[in-house]
């Protein structure tokens, strides 16, 4: 596994994709919640969201009292939606996704952003 501050940078199809590994001290259902849940993204997250949990769903990007500084986002689409192993969605033109998976220390966070 890559250094905490190593990042992944590649291409795929002409498109910048950089990808973070990161070994975390919190089972894969905690770190869903801070993926998923308004109050936990406000903490951490530029543009907190409120989704549709699926697959062709939308995402909204937010602004609240908690994260009053956040830019303004067209909406964006949900295209992996597997709890609590598997997120991913549209962030203006990006892509982020977000892999889940057990380890002994909690989980193996894997974000790749295309």
């Known amino acids: 596994m890559p250094d905490a501050a190593d990042a992944v940078l590649q291409d795929h199809e002409g498109r910048s994709v950089l990808r973070f590994e990161r070994t975390l001290a919190h089972p894969p259902?905690?770190?869903w919640r801070a993926l998923t849940e308004r109050g936990e993204l406000t903490g951490w997250h530029p543009t907190p969201f409120e989704m549709e949990p699926e697959v062709g769903g939308?995402?909204?990007?937010?602004?609240?009292?908690?994260?009053?500084?956040?830019?303004?986002?067209?909406?964006?689409?949900?295209?992996?939606?597997?709890?609590?192993?598997?997120?991913g969605y549209t962030w203006d033109e990006d892509r982020l996704r977000w892999e889940l998976r057990p380890h002994d220390e909690g989980c193996v966070l894997v974000l790749t952003h295309t």
């Open 29 to 31: 259902e905690r770190v």
């Open 58 to 87: 939308t995402v909204r990007y937010v602004s609240t009292d908690e994260a009053p500084d956040a830019p303004e986002m067209p909406d964006g689409e949900v295209t992996d939606y597997d709890p609590p192993r598997v997120l």
